[in-house]
């Protein structure tokens, strides 16, 4: 079982004994897609790593980043609070391990325990704002900061400076063609931030795509420790007794 590997899983403490009978584990599959635009949210994908992009779709066929999954949080977890239909379409981009549980029973756990109920709320309205965030840089800013932003969130989410994605596929999260943005890599390369292999980016210098990137990156990061800091204050062993956090501090 690797629900210790996701975040969220991992701040539920006891309380993830309500979900334990109803875990499936899943090997997910570069391509796959977990639900599109407007179905009915099934299942709750738990990500132990990977990354997935919750895309906005239109009816021209145009695809849009609107959010990064990666195993600090979970697909399809609004289901559990009250959407019961998804917003985006969720694609898996590469070999990913994740715990899928019934969106039903998540509700249901909601529902009996108010510390699931909060670490899924806390972590909603996050990723509200992260979408938020991404929707207003995809609006304003260059492709280039986009690019460079998104690398760098793309390494936090994968916590590994080796993406092992084409660049098509970078091109159509951002919702632009491979010709807008090969220029802008080619010139990143150059300035020894990246290294370029066959369906593999590797991050070689943060600094130069922090210079080259836009605000959005350190406000999304920024966010990101936010939503870090409130799930250890959820975490149970936060809530101990006075008692048991001075037989911690003094021991016998």
């Known amino acids: 079982m690797r ?13 993830i004994e309500r979900l334990r009978p109803y875990f ?12 599109e635009q407007g179905e009915e949210v ?23 980043e609107a959010a990064l999954v990666g195993r600090e949080g979970a697909v399809g977890a609004t289901a559990a609070i009250g959407l019961p239909h998804s917003s985006t379409r969720d694609v898996c981009h590469m070999r990913s391990h994740a715990t899928r549980v019934p969106a039903a029973r998540l509700r249901e756990a909601c529902l009996a325990s108010p510390h699931i109920h909060d670490v899924v709320v806390r972590y909603a309205l996050w990723k509200l704002t992260s979408a938020i965030r991404n929707g207003a840089c995809n609006a304003c800013h260059s492709v280039q900061e986009r690019l460079c932003r998104w690398l760098l969130s793309c390494c936090d989410v994968l916590e590994t400076c080796e993406i092992a994605l084409s660049q098509e596929v970078f091109a159509k999260m951002l919702g632009v063609q491979r010709s807008s943005i090969n220029p802008i890599l080619q010139e990143l390369k150059a300035e020894g931030a990246l290294g370029i292999g066959r369906s593999r980016i590797t991050v070689l210098d943060t ?16 966010d990101q420790q936010e939503l870090h800091e409130a ?9 101990a007794s006075p008692q048991s956090r001075v037989r911690a501090t003094h021991p016998s």
Not at 6 to 15: A, E, P, S
Not at 210 to 222: H, N
């Open 3 to 15: 629900q210790g590997q996701n975040r969220l899983l991992k701040v539920m403490g006891r309380d």
């Open 24 to 35: 499936q584990e899943q090997l997910l599959h570069a391509g796959e897609v977990l639900c």
């Open 42 to 64: 099934r299942f709750v994908y738990f990500l132990h790593n990977g990354v997935v992009s919750k895309l906005t779709t239109f009816s021209d066929g145009l695809e849009i």
């Open 207 to 222: 600094a130069v795509l922090l210079d080259w990137s836009c605000e959005c990156y350190a406000a999304m990061r920024q």
């Open 231 to 239: 799930l250890q204050v959820l975490r149970p062993e936060s809530a």
